[in-house]
Structures are given as C-alpha cells and as structure tokens.
C-alpha cells in the first residue's frame, strides 16, 4: 500500500508508522481507502494514517473520480486562511454535495 501526498510532502510505502505533527492534515485518492474506520482487518489508508496519529483524513469510499474530490490547491489553499473549520474547507471546494 502506497503513502500519498500530505501537505505537500509525498511518502513511500506505508509499512511503519510516520512522523505526523500534531494537527496533521491527511489528503488522499485512491480506490476504496476510507472505507470503515472501525473494522480491525480495515488496510485502508484512512484508518491507518488515523492509527497512526494523523489528526483528520479524507478519502474516497469507492473509486475516486477525480471530478468529485476537492482539488488540492482549493481545499489547501482555504485550510491555509485559518478562516474555515474543515467542514466548511470541504464544502467549499467540492464540486459535488451529496
């Protein structure tokens, strides 16, 4: 299972726990990795990243057209202002409200 980009800073394969700072921010697309974050056998990127430390992670529950995922540049840009709560980030920079 691959890392993603985390505020800009992209990692490898995630076999051992990482460095997260207080407060970090997790942003991911893949397949499938934000499927539960209850089930103990769960592998998804999501909850091991939670685990781990992360303090807030989004990521797609099924296949992740990019067209509905919040483009990073919005999402991080808006998180950046310290104007927003990340609820309000996500609904600002998503395309699509479901």
């Keep these: 299972m691959w890392g993603s980009?985390?505020?800009g800073i992209v990692y490898g394969p995630m076999k051992t726990p990482l460095p997260y700072n207080t407060g970090a921010i997790g942003y991911h697309i893949a397949s499938g990795k934000a499927i539960s974050l209850h089930n103990p056998s769960e592998r998804g990127w999501c909850k091991n990243a939670l685990e781990r430390g992360i303090t807030v992670t989004l990521g797609p529950?099924?296949?992740?057209?990019?067209?509905?995922?919040?483009?990073?540049?919005?999402?991080?840009?808006?998180?950046?202002t310290?104007?927003?709560s990340l609820i309000e980030i996500y609904y600002l920079s998503t395309r699509y409200i479901s």
Excluded: I, Q, S, W
């Excluded at 995922?69 to 919005?74: A, L």
């Design 61 to 80: 529950t099924g296949e992740p057209y990019l067209d509905v995922c919040p483009p990073p540049t919005e999402f991080f840009g808006l998180l950046l």
């Design 5 to 7: 980009m985390l505020a």
């Design 82 to 84: 310290g104007r927003y």
